[in-house]
């Protein structure tokens, strides 16, 4: 059997590397802790891991606060920290980049605000145009009117403000048509595109086995022809296309003659109404823009790699110098709503609350829920440009959020499922307690309980536990033994915390009623203490619970989680 003194040496390495290390312990680095304190314990070190094992799940299921009292009790020295040496979130250098000349663009679809999966190549471009003294474009890619929400030109350069990305130009394609027109007469003009009227799966299959279509070497006169017959409103949807040519033997079929436009009449562009009837396809418009916008480097998603093979066509044609493209890896997010038609339906149907809704993947819902702007671009820094495909991790995000917020974030409690417990045996309690741990000079929140009996509010679990071991302390408050479903005040010993003795969160019984929203719909609903005012907007931690965003302190606070 081991010893008490080794239980006790274990708990108290356990608690400080909890401490040090964002409240949890690993059981490695206790290991060498103990044995380096006490080597005549190494014999016995098929009896100590164990030992150490349990101990550590008791001080990791202990929220940060609780752990640190708790060492404090045993040693006030394990609780200094040492200074935590900021991490630098840095990009690989951009090849060619010349400082003052580096133009990039950010080009969102219109069909909504944006997501995190827009953030990435925001903030990427960003933080290359900082470096570089360079240009940012936003370029509103709006050739597509049966996927375009009106409020979104307005809502993304909010998002972007908000992410802290600097736009310098802003480029909405729905206004560069006639432009877009030029270049395609050009095009038709040096026998590089044609104007095709073959069924649509016709022409498919014929590229598809490499055989040009009928129309693909009409004279040029009959090409214009027709491309002024398209612009003049003469063909329907569906009925002809122009198509830039390629190399119709290339190896990837993807590659083969593609549209440059096609005709849309059943739905009107909500910025120009039924004035065109052309529109430009991604590809081409991309082309010439990159071009005519002067970008010096393009960097997208590996998804665009055909893309890239398409575009450089247009390029050669015109002898333009191509743009650095680079294609990163693609990335997933689980578990999040992100696809602006299923949201904005949503919307609509009264399933999601709006765009901010904390259950979706938007920035506003990020925003919402207390994620800061300069976690999410960290993060992508610190991912950066590789080409491997990644899975997005929300631990890792919360990580690097908790870390700007945590040292922001004052403390309160709440209590979720509350049941109220009667201390007897005193008629007045005084609580002080910190308002952070970390910072005295913020002050403390302090409550003066009176009764006969006091009462206040614990949660459902910590009262049915103490219940079971017969006592408990209430942090910040005192200790009670529990007897017949109540407790009988025995002091504020801190001491008592060495038998094991569980340590709870509570409320007065002046508390607020508190609602808290959490990311997958649901709601935890308790009771919170008094909130100053000041608190509003502001992200807290709810001791035990987590960090959250309020909305409202009073008359009943409504918060959102953040994370733990």
């Known amino acids: 059997m081991v010893d008490p003194s080794a239980e006790s040496i274990i708990l108290k390495y356990a608690l400080q590397n909890a401490f040090l290390y964002g409240g949890k312990a690993n059981p490695k680095a206790v290991q060498g802790k103990v044995m380096a304190e006490q080597p005549d314990l190494r014999p016995r070190i098929k009896e100590i891991v164990p030992l150490i094992e349990t101990i550590l799940t008791r001080v990791n299921a202990m929220t940060p606060e609780d752990q640190r009292t708790m060492l404090e009790s045993i040693d006030s020295s394990m609780t200094v920290k040492k200074e935590k040496v900021e991490k630098v979130h840095r990009l690989v250098d951009l090849p060619g980049a010349v400082d003052g000349e580096v133009v990039m663009r950010f080009a969102p679809g219109p069909s909504g605000p944006l997501h995190l999966g827009h953030t990435r190549v925001a903030i990427l471009n960003d933080e290359y145009v900082k470096r570089y003294n360079g240009k940012f474009i936003n370029r509103i890619e709006d050739t597509n009117p049966d996927k375009i929400d009106p409020d979104a030109y307005k809502m993304i350069p909010e998002d972007l403000e908000w992410l802290g990305v600097k736009v310098h130009e802003t480029v909405v394609q729905s206004e560069r048509f006639p432009f877009y027109y030029d270049i395609a007469k050009q095009l038709l003009e040096m026998g590089k595109a044609y104007v095709c009227t073959c069924p649509v799966e016709e022409w498919r299959k014929s590229k598809e086995e490499c055989k040009p279509c009928p129309h693909r070497e009409e004279p040029i006169e009959v090409q214009l022809e027709k491309w002024d017959r398209m612009l003049a409103g003469d063909f329907e949807e569906e009925k002809a296309v122009l198509v830039v040519k390629t190399d119709l033997k290339h190896p990837n079929p993807a590659v083969r003659d593609f549209v440059g436009f096609r005709i849309v009449k059943s739905t009107p562009h909500p910025r120009t109404g039924t004035r065109y009837c052309v529109y430009p396809m991604m590809n081409f418009s991309v082309a010439v823009d990159d071009h005519s916008l002067g970008l010096t480097h393009v960097i997208r998603g590996k998804d665009h790699l055909n893309n ?257």
């Open 308 to 564: 890239t093979l398409r575009q450089e066509y247009i390029f050669n044609y015109f002898g333009w110098k191509m743009p650095w493209y680079h294609h990163y890896g693609l990335v997933s997010i689980p578990d999040a709503i992100l696809k602006t038609s299923t949201v904005g339906k949503g919307i609509k149907t009264g399933e999601y609350t709006g765009w901010d809704d904390v259950r979706l993947g938007t920035v506003r819902a990020m925003g919402k829920r207390g994620i800061r702007a300069d976690a999410i671009r960290a993060f992508w820094i610190d991912c950066g440009i590789k080409e491997v495909d990644i899975e997005f991790s929300w631990d890792s995000l919360y990580a690097y959020n908790r870390d700007r917020i945590d040292t922001d974030a004052d403390r309160y409690f709440f209590v979720w499922n509350p049941q109220p417990l009667d201390v007897c045996g005193v008629d007045e309690l005084h609580s002080k307690a910190p308002v952070h741990p970390d910072h005295p000079e913020r002050g403390f929140r302090e409550l003066k309980l009176t009764g006969r009996p006091i009462m206040v509010f614990v949660t459902e679990d910590d009262l049915s536990q103490a219940m079971e071991r017969g006592k408990l302390r209430l942090k910040d408050l005192g200790n009670v033994e529990l007897v017949s479903g109540k407790g009988r005040y025995i002091g504020n010993d801190l001491s008592i915390l060495k038998d094991k003795v569980k340590i709870a969160h509570w409320v007065p019984d002046n508390a607020r009623e508190c609602v808290v929203h959490m990311p997958d719909g649901t709601k935890r609903e308790g009771k919170a203490e008094p909130i100053p005012e000041f608190e509003k907007g502001k992200v807290v931690q709810f001791e035990r619970f987590g960090f959250v965003k309020l909305e409202q302190v009073s008359p009943k606070v409504v918060a959102y989680y953040t994370h733990n």
